[in-house]
């Protein structure tokens, strides 16, 4: 049975390049001496270095790595080869939406995690033959727009020239999978710059790896695979309760179906009439650099809602909740905290007494579909005039409570695919490095056959 082995790998960050980053050198400047002197400085440098490799491990121009590991270029592991595109690609012939042959597109890349089981578009016969083919069941990376991704194809595809693919692999195809996986905020960061961020094959093949024992490559992916089959199953959860709650705020409120207890008509009231709103002036950030973490968050109404946040710890939004509106598109979010606003482009709704429950005239508000067309601001001219069938206040706080009882679930559950993320995240770094071990080292298996 494979077990993880724990070894710490010490200062596993150095590498040898770092040790020989001594500082520029000028050709035909630097004495004899200087020379000799910056040679000896290194070869001090990698004695050092090398005293606190722990037993067991080796310093390597990625860091220190086990022993019996090894470091490859990828040219040498796999032939990358990159896809091709039949041209001008809007030209119907080249695609069939009853071929079995699906066309690769970045949109179909950035909506998988692992496996691609699916793409939006097929290839005709005459468009597989202007493109590169590629069998199910290989590793395909993307090397534009959404630099450095990779996935594992589960059916036949081609690939255009944003594509590479991983042929006659000599490792694990799943422990590449999650190396590449490794490098891909490294290679968003530093593609080629033209009219979109790019990655081209010669960075690609040149690039070292870590090659593990091909049982330990198959342990890692597993351990690795484990978590995403749970990242999976908690993102199936999640959108299952979103659903759940979706469905529950068209049945109740609107009046589909009522709560036990209560039988009361419902009446019909304005937006206006319901809630009050303030302009948010107070409340607006005076400085545009926002940090990752701090006391007060800054708010929009768009997806985001977070923007980041501030140290200024005047002029804050405290009296909440409140109803974050967006006076351009009518998009809202609801603040429990104190905050400050991005700018003066929304409006903050609060509730009329003894007139609505806020969180209720809020999840009704979700389901307004309201169109928007000049850009000009509307809760006062149009918004705020909208008719709601509403019950009495009793029936919208009890309504509330159930819809912010589903919030609560969907809030643990998403708590808890964000640590599993993190734990991932850790255990790549562990893994992938060989500073945690899932088999016992080679090395220690071969001194212990020929012991006495």
Known sequence: MLVPCFQSSGNSTDSVCGIFSTGPVLLGVATMSNAQACSNDSAARIRSRSEDVPTGYKLTELGVIPEDWEVLRMGRIASILRGASPRPIDDPKWFDDKSSTGWLRIADVTATDKYLEFTSQKLSQAGM?????????????????????????????????????????????????????????????????????????????????????????????????????????????????RAIKQAAMQQLLTGKIRLPGFSHKWETKRIGDLLNYERPDHYIVHYSEYSDYGDIPVLTANKSFILGFTSENFGVCTEIPVVVFDDFTTDSKFGAFPFKVKSSAIKLLRARKNQAHLR??????????????????????????????????????????????????????????????AIKEGMMRQLLTGRVRMVEPMCRLSQEQVSP
């Open 129 to 241: 033959a202007n493109s590169r083919f590629v069998n199910g069941n290989s590793l395909v990376m993307s090397i534009c727009a959404t630099v450095g991704k990779p996935i594992i194809t589960r059916m036949n595809v081609c690939i255009h020239d944003g594509f590479v693919v991983f042929n006659n692999l000599q490792t694990e195809r799943e422990y590449l999978y999650y190396f590449l996986l490794s490098l891909e905020p490294k290679w968003s960061n530093q593609g080629q710059t033209g009219s979109q961020m790019n990655l081209n094959t010669g960075i690609i093949n040149s690039t070292p790896i870590p090659i593990p024992p091909p049982a330990e490559q198959r342990a890692i992916a597993v351990a690795l695979s484990n978590v995403d089959k749970l990242l999976e199953s908690l993102n199936e959860l999640i959108a299952k309760k």
């Open 360 to 421: 209720y005239i809020f999840e009704r508000m979700q389901l307004i579909r309201f169109p928007v067309g000049d850009h000009k601001r509307y809760y006062i001219s149009d918004y705020q005039d909208l008719e709601l069938l509403v019950p009495d206040y009793e029936e919208q706080r009890t309504i509330a409570a159930v819809l912010s009882d589903i919030d609560s679930e969907i809030n643990a559950l998403e708590q808890r695919l964000n640590k599993t993320r």
